[in-house]
């Protein structure tokens, strides 16, 4: 669920996402799964944007957003 290999900047994807489009992304899921009482298990792939930092920043993101929504 947590792949950044969506993101525009990834050599591999081809979905063009930004990084916000990747927290909304994660917000939705999140969001349903608390809503439904769907447990949730994240695991984390992609990353091959050629700047780390944007890597880290869509990464980061999953466990903000799961912050906010789910505790």
Do not use: W
């Amino acid at each position: 669920m947590a792949g950044v290999d969506i993101l525009a900047s990834d050599k591999l994807g081809k979905l063009g996402c930004s990084v916000d489009g990747c927290k909304k992304r994660d917000a939705i899921v999140f969001q349903n799964c608390e809503r439904y009482q769907i447990p949730v298990q994240v695991s984390m792939g992609g990353g091959y944007s050629p700047e780390i930092k944007t890597i880290i920043e869509a990464h980061a993101n999953t466990y903000r957003v799961a912050k906010d929504v789910l505790f």
